[in-house]
């Protein structure tokens, strides 16, 4: 008999859940196995490549506009690239998790054009030197990548030129370039930090511009470039921990400048360039070994001047130590700070007034909740919807069409996200991972549904990955507000609320499907006509599941529906006090209702098992107390 291992000797090995949960997710992946190149030949085209797989490259969508000589910058979530051979503060972002269009993330410190040098953490992003029209630049800038918003200053070069930069999660290198002459200057940052560079050593010989770089955990790698006998084939390395001197690493297939660099923690990547005549080659080495270049593909179109950025460049999968999975190159990742699928978020609320608190808890435990962040401003009776990585509140009660959002990835302030086509709240809300859905809701102006009191028949949509207004999705079966929400990864549907003139509760259920456009059918009845139910989706993959309410009193009941089939509402049992307007946030397994009127309001925080039904339990408490709000999470809105 074979002598099968022990449980003890299966470090690293993953069970099935594991893998689903992390596919599920969008946490499994080939560590480091998306490169983007962008700009090559002053284009607004993005190409992608799968670092793990020698192959041409593929159509990964469009900048905001066309532009070379770009900075590339990225966290394991976020691609960006900032500046322009044209001179332009441009900074646009794309998430690595959907091929599309890039959009807007803000703007630079300063008008760069070429060869300035770019590097980042799993956090920051940093340019540094660069042309800016008439002169050269010495200034640093920095982004944190995961809130949109303009560059702030970091510091200066130790002298101002045009560069090739590289990193590792903690140190940014800005390597030789052109002060106007050739530069054999090295200067390093500690990315977490912000003040000046300091000297970190001196490249083999007077360096040439037009240079790539490119990073593992451990080593810098430059390539290629011009000097005075024209392009070079020419890679020279550093050790990134140590300040030193540069040695000779190896060749690439052919002289270049100009290229594209990108890596991951085991493979540098140098893409298009100039030979001296455009190419669209692709060669790649691996890092840690030098020697000669080998042919990886080749792009789309041949081109020069090109940017590059990976999801795990300078060995941002090794963030991981001291875990059984660090250093894999396949598999189990799990971003630092982020608990997948497991972030409920609530937002704004009724006191008094609006609030423009957000509260967070980590659904997979019980406990009291943190402070998140702040709404741009003090909102109540909003909704919410969210992706695995983006949280979009929507409505409020005041004259404002603004959808806001926060990155799950960070905490902090929400940013605009855009319009909604009507204003409107107290709406269902819903969506599957790349779509949110806002059905139907309050419209203090009249102009579409039940005008006689309000109640809108307005469906709208968005695309998480893009920021911009919303899109008109149809008309809902019931015009309602005050009404709850809940989704699977292909239906929406929407619970209840206030309907018709003179203003009566509805025991409607309704649905759409998410994935396409079209006006809401029916799916059944509640178990007695209610308003006020849980403001926020609760469901896993099979169940829905709406709470609390006015029945015309306030009520402790729980109910659920089978998603994939319709029909009418089940008893699940009850929450621990009757209450109305409750915030909702989901994981994959568990539903949280949060606050409330009972008929006082409150901070009360309940949970449920979604596939067991049973009386809710005790969680925690809110920072507040708050009715009316917002609530959804990374889990329910990855439908993990």
């Known amino acids: 008999m074979a002598n099968y291992p022990q449980l003890d000797d299966c470090s690293g090995v993953w069970t099935l859940k594991e893998v689903h949960d992390a596919v599920a997710g969008g946490y499994w992946r080939n560590a480091g196995s998306i490169g983007l190149i962008g700009g090559v030949g002053a284009t607004v085209t993005v190409d992608q490549i799968k670092m793990s797989t020698a192959a041409n490259s593929t159509d990964f969508g469009d900048l905001t506009v066309a532009r070379e000589g770009m900075n590339g910058m990225s966290s394991f979530v976020r691609g960006v690239f900032g500046g322009d051979q044209g001179d332009t503060t441009v900074i646009d972002y794309c998430n690595f998790s959907s091929a599309g269009n890039f959009a807007d993330f803000g703007d630079l410190t300063e008008a760069v054009g070429t060869f300035g040098g770019a590097a980042s953490s799993s956090t920051r992003g940093i340019k540094g030197g660069g042309d800016t029209g008439p002169s050269i630049t010495n200034i640093i800038d920095y982004i944190t990548i995961a809130s949109t918003g303009n560059a702030l200053d970091f510091g200066d070069l130790s002298a101002a030129r045009n560069t090739s930069n590289a990193s590792n999660p903690t140190r940014a290198l800005f390597q030789g370039g052109s002060e106007p002459g050739a530069s054999n200057r090295i200067d390093f940052i500690t990315i977490a930090n912000t003040g000046n560079a300091s000297d970190f050593g001196d490249l083999v010989a007077t360096n040439r511009s037009g240079t790539g770089g490119v990073t593992s955990s451990t080593r810098s790698v430059m390539m290629g470039g011009v000097d005075p006998d024209g392009e070079s084939t020419t890679t020279q390395f550093l050790t990134i921990a140590s300040q030193g001197n540069a040695t000779e690493y190896g060749d690439l297939t052919r002289a270049e400048q100009n290229a594209a660099g990108l890596s991951n923690s085991v493979r540098g990547i140098c893409a298009g360039g100039q030979t001296p005549s455009n190419t669209n080659v692709i060669d790649f080495f691996t890092i840690s070994v030098g020697g000669t270049a080998v042919d990886f593909g080749d792009l789309s179109a041949a081109g020069t001047m090109g940017s590059g950025t990976s999801n795990a460049h300078g060995g941002l999968n090794d963030g991981y130590q001291g875990t059984r999975f660090a250093n894999l190159p396949f598999g189990k990742i799990t971003p630092i700070g982020v608990n997948v699928g497991n972030i409920g978020l609530f937002n704004g609320g009724e006191i008094s007034a609006g609030t423009d608190v957000m509260d967070f808890i980590n659904i997979a435990s019980t406990g009291n909740a943190t402070d998140w962040g702040n709404l741009s401003a003090a909102n109540a009776n909003g909704g919410a919807t969210a992706s695995e990585t983006r949280y979009v509140t929507n409505g409020n009660n005041t004259a404002s069409l603004d959808m806001n959002y926060v990155e799950f990835a960070s905490k902090g302030n929400?940013?605009?996200?855009?319009?909604?086509?009507?204003?409107?709240?107290?709406?269902?809300?819903?969506?599957?991972?790349?779509?949110?859905?806002m059905y139907s809701g309050f419209n203090p102006d009249n102009t579409r549904g039940d005008t006689a009191d309000n109640a809108c028949n307005v469906i709208d949509y968005i695309t998480y990955a893009t920021l911009g207004n919303a899109t008109d999705f149809g008309d809902a079966n019931v015009a309602s507000y005050f009404a709850g929400g809940c989704s699977s990864a292909t239906r929406t549907l929407k619970f209840g609320g206030i309907a018709e003139a003179p203003a009566t509760f509805t025991n409607s259920i309704e649905f759409v499907s998410t994935a396409s456009t079209g006006n809401g059918a029916d799916f059944g009845n509640l178990l007695a006509a209610n308003e006020s139910p849980t403001l926020g989706p609760i469901s896993s993959s099979t169940r829905g599941v709406v709470a609390g309410g006015k029945a015309p009193g306030i009520v402790?009941?729980?109910?659920?529906?089978?998603?994939?089939?319709?029909?009418?509402?089940?008893?699940?049992?009850?929450?621990?006090?009757?209450?109305?307007?409750?915030?909702?946030?989901?994981?994959?397994?568990r539903g949280t209702f949060a606050g409330g009127?009972?008929?006082?309001?409150?901070?009360?925080?309940?949970?449920?098992?979604?596939?067991?039904?049973?009386?809710?339990?005790?969680?925690?408490?809110?920072?507040?107390?708050?009715?009316?709000?917002?609530?959804?999470?990374?889990?329910?809105?990855?439908?993990?």
């Open 556 to 589: 402790n009941v729980i109910q659920y529906v089978t998603l994939a089939s319709e029909g009418d509402a089940t008893d699940f049992g009850d929450l621990t006090a009757a209450r109305a307007q409750p915030g909702g946030a989901c994981s994959a397994t």
């Open 597 to 640: 009127e009972e008929p006082a309001v409150s901070n009360r925080i309940d949970f449920i098992t979604i596939a067991t039904t049973a009386n809710a339990a005790d969680f925690g408490d809110l920072t507040i107390t708050v009715s009316r709000h917002g609530g959804n999470s990374n889990g329910n809105g990855g439908l993990s």
């Open 414 to 437: 929400t940013a605009l996200f855009g319009d909604l086509t009507v204003r409107r709240y107290l709406g269902g809300t819903g969506g599957n991972k790349t779509r949110g859905i």
